[in-house]
């Protein structure tokens, strides 16, 4: 028995498995999570080695290149590279995508046990460090406050970030700026001088007056006492009473020498909210493996109940939430899935013209597109992009196989038989057909399974998602389609005519177009069977034509989201004070709030952090004099300028605010931001002031060239330092050393912690140190007391000198090499251009033989990622050619077919040209796509034209015929297809231009192809089946 | 007795099974995915990817009075549908066991 008798004498059977797919389906999809992309390990694993008091040099040449050299040979290595700066090395190892990372770090940690005895004594042991994803926030919350913001930092610690913590996947909460209660105590130096005190001897008293201690129990009586001193200090007060020492017999207070405030620590860091509003920041990450759209959603309810039990004057505003672009993008894609089936919908109800068949066919696409919900649960993956792509393009192609079936179990019913045998004798007589077409869509899309690289993380999943919908799809139309049309279809003698008027005209029009539809193309095949020639030639004009507009059509990796945020980083003179940058801050943010209407909110950030050992991985730079400022805009179809426009405009604006040293803009997130800096030219070469000239030069090149954005060059300048040189027989002789002076200059200049004041179970530090207005010259530092152990007191200068002097702050290596290199976005024009331009300028210029340039960033990733997708080109039209070689048994026949392969390119360039889109992976996905979907149609009209002319029609009569009948149906599988992928390609909300791209080239070569194909195809077939003939009437 | 064999495009089974029940015809013989092709008009019907339609034989051992009857009801089915093709062939039983 076959699957089509089997379904319709078993209806129970069929509507059963079928419901089955769809509740599992249903369940699979209400526990599917979400996420933009597919799930992408980073394959980068990083040696983080510390040596306090190294310089960048020093690291480079003892950690950096020993630890390289170890771990150069670990396997699947892709490249190596290092940055090195004062007391820190970065090693950090690039392996292929797709790597065991877990064995890569086993194998990292085996080598490093080599290294480590040839790494310097002092030290630290290396840690092996694995960078993920879920180190980016999640979240981050701008909170801000009037009248409790002294006491900011606690409210936000006990009343919002300890519920978070509690929530399911939150990783760490941690807040960034906000104050820091600190009891300061800033020491008078000339009072300090006067009573002959040292600030670390004040410092002692204190730790020694801050003090409870149990001291036992004593019985008295029938009772036990505990007995304790107590001698904590329980205001900042009582501080100033206590004594520091004694001077001609009079008692010295502490508030003798010093001011005690209870008040907030110096910052180092300034943040600031919605232009300069008093706050906090709270970065919320993820734990490892966690849902970000699930943990940000519950983040953000729980913010909601929190926000009520906050004083009034406390506000809590998002700053980013990288979920929001996520949601956005993916009902926005599901929304053109609706649309898809809209479209479908009306093509199949104009084609078919009976409600029935039409409704049948409609039925696959729900279990088809459910039953995919399935895969993705149980293989572990989310709905995203990729994913429900994958959906909206085998939309079209699902009802493909149900409209051949129901087609011929129509012409049974026409014919006379009953719906119930038509339908089982109908699908069985044209199923092994329905599955070789299957097979071709099946052999372009899974090799996709087969791509490495980053690509192919992306597109592994269409590849098994779209072969699992069309094989749901082809099963479908085996069984359910049979057993519903057995059912539903009425056959000839029970069918009644149309009795509403206005649908009779319409069927009767509708039917009358396809009829003068035919008919025209009845006259076109003529023609064209009269003019072969002719056609041969146009159509290789064309398609010529069209492979010399290649050059005019740009190349860029992935296409730029408008994720609704841009972040401006900028630097200032290297040394700029923090006071200084965020000025400079303050004057950026009236420019967005008096020219940026779109921005919703803003935060700024400037100076240090005290955690700052993460940020050189991620490869930001801190300093006092870097700032950057976050900012958040409506969204993409609520304003005029895209974020690309108001980047650009702020850079034309901030090239106005002077002080500015280097701006970088970007706009990018998620998949793009996986290639790295659009623009990445490496300068190789041992001698950095060799690198540095060419790179200085390759940046000036870059800088004028149109397109490029915020060219730099990734090493930072050299600091400003004031070196305090001391001189060992002056230090002799006055019984000092060099460890004693640096820490009186430390405890003056940097600050000294006491000790800790306790009040409600909290600690804050008692922090000693002169005030701002004695640290702010060399004189003073020159000036600065020292006690010597005779307990004299001399000054600095008796001892030392200061100098003046810059040190290089970074050193950076790849694969072994010392490598400047130059880094720059882009906008406005393809990266393949603006490469091409480089590439040119680099070529003509004079390179030494020591230095060599290389290519990374974006430009990498897409030239890796072509060359992938050339690869899976070819081995899909070859794939494509074998199914269809043994599906007609013939080695000519699928020859003639491929020749409808090259037309969908000049459709793909035509339409990417016309739109202006550049090539990037979507659209060249469409055209890998294409094979599949183009050769389905030749595939259609060549069999057809076998058939007549097997049944004893002569060639020419039956090409006019096949050609004739079989109009509707290509035309019908066409439309579907394409207007399936339409909404794709006219999507305009968040995160279209991921899939905009793909839709237009699939657009673009399915149209093309199409009409080339219905025209050239007979046109080829009636010419080599001729020749084949006369040369076997002459053998 | 008379044998009739009927033989029909397999789409119109049904039609033939109620002939036979009508008439209150129990035996018969059925071969089922029979090829064959008509002398001058219809379809070939061969199973193949040119002609993919098949046959079906219904072989009937039927006194002579229903005979006509059943050749009447052919005759209606070949009317409804006639592209499917049906064919009805009788001749005499000499012997039976």
Redesign the interface.
């Given at each position: 028995m076959t699957l089509p008798e089997i379904s319709v004498k078993r209806p129970v059977l069929t509507i059963i498995l079928y419901l089955a797919i769809i509740v599992l389906g249903l369940v699979s999809y209400q526990r599917l999570s979400i996420d933009l992309l597919p799930e992408i390990e980073i394959p980068m694993i990083s040696v983080l080695t510390s040596y306090p008091g190294a310089t960048a040099q020093d690291i480079e040449i003892n950690l950096s290149k020993k630890i390289e050299t170890g771990l150069s040979s670990v396997s699947n290595l892709k490249k190596i590279t290092s940055t090195s700066i004062d007391n820190v090395s970065a090693v950090t190892l690039e392996f292929e995508y797709g790597s065991n990372l877990d064995e890569a770090a086993n194998d990292i940690r085996n080598a490093l046990e080599l290294v480590k005895r040839n790494l310097p004594n002092d030290a630290d042991e290396p840690i092996i460090f694995k960078f993920s994803t879920d180190m980016m926030p999640i979240v981050m919350l701008g909170i801000t406050a009037d009248e409790s913001y002294i006491g900011l930092n606690k409210l936000v610690e006990d009343k919002i970030a300890n519920q978070l913590k509690r929530l399911p996947g939150v990783g760490t909460v941690q807040n960034l700026g906000g104050p820091v209660r600190q009891i300061s105590i800033d020491i008078d130096p000339n009072k300090l001088q006067a009573f002959n005190l040292t600030t670390s001897g004040i410092g002692n008293v204190l730790a020694g007056e801050n003090l409870n201690l149990p001291a036992g129990s004593i019985k008295m009586g029938r009772i036990e006492y505990n007995v304790r001193t107590v001698g904590e200090f329980t205001s900042a007060k009582e501080m100033g009473k206590v004594v520091v020492g004694q001077q001609a017999g009079r008692i010295v207070y502490l508030k003798d020498v010093a001011t005690v405030r209870d008040t907030l620590e110096e910052n180092t860091r300034d943040v600031r909210l919605m232009g300069g509003k008093r706050g906090l920041m709270l970065m919320i990450q993820k734990q490892s493996g966690a849902n970000t759209v699930d943990v940000a959603r519950e983040v953000l309810a729980k913010i909601e109940t929190i926000k009520n039990e906050l004083p009034s004057d406390v506000s809590v505003e998002k700053i980013m939430d990288s979920s929001e672009y996520i949601v956005d993008s993916i009902s926005n894609l599901s929304e053109t899935i609706l649309y898809a089936f809209v479209f479908v919908t009306i093509v199949l109800l104009v084609f078919l013209r009976k409600w029935r068949a039409a409704v049948i066919v409609l039925l696959t696409i729900p279990v088809s597109l459910i039953g995919a919900f399935v895969y993705l649960y149980f293989s572990g993956n989310t709905l995203n992009i990729i994913s429900l792509s994958s959906l909206a393009i085998a939309i079209g192609m699902v009802v493909d196989d149900a409209i051949v079936i129901i087609e011929n179990v129509t012409r049974?019913v026409e014919?006379?038989?009953?719906p119930?045998?038509?339908a089982i004798?109908?699908s069985t007589?044209?199923g092994?057909?329905v599955m070789a077409s299957t097979l071709t869509i099946v052999a372009v899309f899974f090799p996709l399974v087969f791509i490495t690289g980053l690509s192919g993380i992306l597109f592994r999943q269409l590849g098994f998602m779209v072969t699992i919908t069309i094989l749901i799809s082809l099963f479908a139309a085996l069984t359910i389609v049979p057993m519903l049309s057995s059912k539903l279809l009425a056959s000839?003698?029970d069918e009644k005519p149309i009795k509403n008027k206005a649908l009779k005209t319409i069927d009767s029009s509708l039917g009358k177009m396809l009829d003068s539809l035919d008919e025209f193309y009845k006259k076109v095949l003529i023609w064209v069977l009269g003019h072969k020639g002719t056609t041969i030639i146009i159509s290789v004009l064309i398609f010529a034509g069209s492979l010399a507009l290649i050059p005019l059509v740009g190349t860029e990796f992935m296409p730029k989201s408008d994720a609704a945020s841009l972040t401006i980083s900028m630097e200032l003179q290297s040394g700029t004070r923090l006071e200084e940058t965020s000025a400079l801050v303050a004057k950026v943010e009236d420019i967005i709030k008096r020219d940026f209407p779109e921005v919703i909110y803003f935060s700024g950030r400037a100076g240090t952090s005290t955690k700052g050992f993460s940020s050189i991985i991620i490869g930001q730079s801190e300093g006092s004099n870097i700032a950057s400022i976050m900012i958040r805009t409506s969204k993409k179809d609520q304003r005029e300028r895209s974020i690309f426009n108001m980047a650009d405009s702020f850079r034309e604006k901030l090239s106005h605010i002077p002080g500015i040293k280097s701006l970088t803009i970007s706009t990018s997130t998620g998949a793009a931001m996986m290639g790295g800096a659009p623009i990445a030219v490496d300068v190789v070469g041992q001698d950095l002031d060799e690198t540095e000239g060419i790179a200085n030069q390759i940046k000036e090149f870059m800088y004028n060239l149109k397109g490029t954005r915020d060219v730099k060059l990734n090493v930072t300048d050299p600091k400003p330092e004031l070196q305090v040189a001391l001189n060992r027989e002056k230090l002799a002789l006055n019984g000092l050393n060099t460890a004693m002076v640096a820490n009186a200059i430390r405890n003056n200049i940097y600050g000294l912690t006491a000790s800790k004041y306790r009040e409600l179970g909290d600690e804050y530090n008692i922090f000693l140190r002169y005030p701002p207005n004695e640290r702010t010259s060399i004189n003073q530092i020159e000036n600065l007391p020292l006690t010597t152990p005779m307990g004299g007191i001399i000054k600095l200068k008796d001892v030392g000198r200061i100098v003046e002097k810059y040190s290089p702050s970074e050193v950076r290596r790849k694969n072994q090499e010392r490598v400047i290199t130059v880094v720059s976005d882009i906008e406005g024009r393809p990266l393949g251009d603006v490469t091409t331009d480089i590439q040119n300028y680099v070529n003509k210029m004079y390179i030494p033989s020591s230095v060599t340039i290389e290519y990374g960033g974006q430009i990498e990733q897409q030239s890796d990622s072509f060359r992938d997708l050339g690869l899976l080109l070819l081995l899909s039209i070859i794939l494509v050619y074998m199914v269809m070689a043994a599906q007609f048994e013939s080695f000519l026949d699928p020859f003639i077919v491929m020749f409808s392969v090259p037309f969908a390119f000049t459709g793909v360039i035509i339409a990417l040209l016309v739109t202006g889109f550049p090539i990037n992976i979507m659209s060249l996905l469409g055209a890998v796509m294409l094979v599949g979907i183009v050769v389905k149609n030749a595939i259609v009209l060549v069999d057809y034209i076998n058939?007549t002319r097997?049944?004893n029609i002569p060639l020419y009569e039956a090409i006019i015929y096949s050609g004739r009948n079989r109009l509707r149906p290509v035309l019908m599988t066409t439309l579907t297809t394409l207007l399936g992928t339409l909404p794709l390609a006219m999507s305009k909300g968040q995160g279209s231009e991921m899939w905009q791209s793909l839709g237009i080239a699939t657009i673009g070569g399915l149209f093309f192809s199409s009409v080339i194909t219905l025209v050239l195809v007979p046109v080829l077939y009636s010419i080599f089946e001729t020749r084949i003939k006369q040369k076997k009437e002459i053998d | 007795m008379k044998a009739v064999m009927i033989v029909y495009n397999h789409g119109i089974t049904e039609e033939v099974d109620e002939a036979l029940n009508k008439l209150n015809i129990k035996g018969f013989t059925r071969f089922v995915d029979v090829h064959g092709q008509g002398s001058d008009k219809g379809e070939p019907h061969l199973g193949t990817h040119i002609w993919p339609s098949k046959n079906a034989v219904v072989i009937t051992v039927i006194d002579d009075n229903l005979v006509e009857s059943l050749l009447e009801k052919v005759k209606e089915i070949n009317a409804e549908a006639e592209e499917q093709g049906i064919h009805a062939f009788v001749w005499s039983i000499e012997k039976m066991i």
């Open positions: 049974h014919r006379g038989s009953r119930r045998e038509a004798f109908g007589e044209v092994l057909a000839r003698k058939i097997a049944r | -």
